[in-house]
């Protein structure tokens, strides 16, 4: 069975960081690429970063580049996105999403697992 299982998010004031990790269980984690995806109320799941199964090619939509970086630690089973510089239009729920081909993509299509997500708040 798998399970991906998102944590890190919460209440953070414009300008703060905040860092997520994903846990998966139930794949061989290591040949798989990861995606973060997040979801704003009442808008479509957008793209956010995604990494491919060796941690060396990464991938950024443009509102997060200079800002978000993307890793992953194959030993434990886990990928992070650490977050700076957060910003109000950056609150919504983030996914993880694991994808068997190997190589990230932005398309949500070519994600076969998805976590519970986790929300992300940026208000003072």
């Known amino acids: 069975q798998v399970q991906l299982v998102e944590s890190g998010g919460g209440l953070v004031q414009p300008g703060g960081s905040l860092r997520l990790s994903c846990a998966a269980s139930?794949?061989?984690?290591?040949?798989?690429?990861m995606g973060w995806f997040l979801q704003a109320p009442g808008k479509e799941r957008e793209f956010v970063a995604g990494?491919?199964?060796?941690?060396?090619?990464?991938y950024y939509v443009d509102s997060a580049k200079g800002r978000f970086t993307i890793s992953r630690d194959n030993a434990k089973n886990t990928v992070y996105l650490q977050m700076n510089s957060l910003k109000p239009e950056d609150t919504a729920v983030y996914y993880c999403?694991?994808?068997?081909?190997?190589?990230?993509?932005?398309?949500?299509?070519?994600?076969?697992?998805w976590g519970q997500g986790t929300q992300v708040t940026v208000s003072s």
């Open positions: 139930g794949v061989t984690f290591g040949r798989y690429a």
């Open positions: 999403a694991a994808d068997d081909r190997g190589s990230p993509s932005s398309h949500k299509w070519r994600y076969n697992y």
């Open positions: 990494i491919d199964w060796s941690g060396i090619s990464t």
